[in-house]
């Protein structure tokens, strides 16, 4: 441990010479990088104007598939919800009527159906485990926002991504 008697004797008592008494040459060493970054390629993207391009394996935010009926493809198996390690799905299952087994060949379907963006974290382990292959994380960038009901995405919000 350092005490007071310990750290004197580490801090040195050498006087400062003429030129470090002005600091000239490090006002010169900080103009010299600032002049060096002045005619650097700038890395900055003008964002509305112009788009990144990702990469083919970037996840984007969570949309919700239909099959080529324009059926949608979620059967409320569950299996999304308990592979998130966020937790940040859930969902509540229903039956369908007698007369809609027939039109969608399914029993169950997912009668709400929520994501909270606040608690994902883009693992990709929900599109992984889901078997009907109706979840994908293909969309857009999540965007900033100030209102936090903005961040749960209904079942609908996810249809239309």
């Not at 990702?54 to 969570?62: A, E, V, Y």
């Not at 994501?115 to 599109?127: A, Q, S, T, V």
Request: with cysteine.
């Amino acid at each position: 441990m350092l005490t007071l008697t310990n750290r004197k004797k580490i801090l040195s008592n050498k006087p400062m010479t003429w030129m470090e008494k002005i600091y000239l040459p490090s006002i010169i060493n900080g103009l010299k990088i600032t002049i060096r970054h002045l005619f650097k390629k700038k890395i900055t993207i003008q964002y509305p104007e112009d788009k990144r391009v990702f990469s083919t394996n970037f996840r984007g935010l969570h949309s919700l598939k239909r099959d080529e009926y324009g059926r949608e493809r979620c059967t409320a198996c569950g299996l999304c919800a308990l592979a998130c390690p966020a937790e940040a799905i859930t969902m509540i299952s229903a039956e369908r009527k007698d007369t809609e087994v027939n039109l969608y060949r399914e029993e169950k379907y997912a009668k709400e159906y929520t994501i909270n963006m606040l608690r994902c974290i883009f693992c990709g382990l929900c599109e992984e485990a889901c078997p009907k292959k109706a979840i994908y994380l293909d969309g857009n960038i999540p965007m900033p926002d100030i209102n936090r009901e903005n961040f749960i995405f209904t079942k609908e919000k996810l249809l239309d991504n």
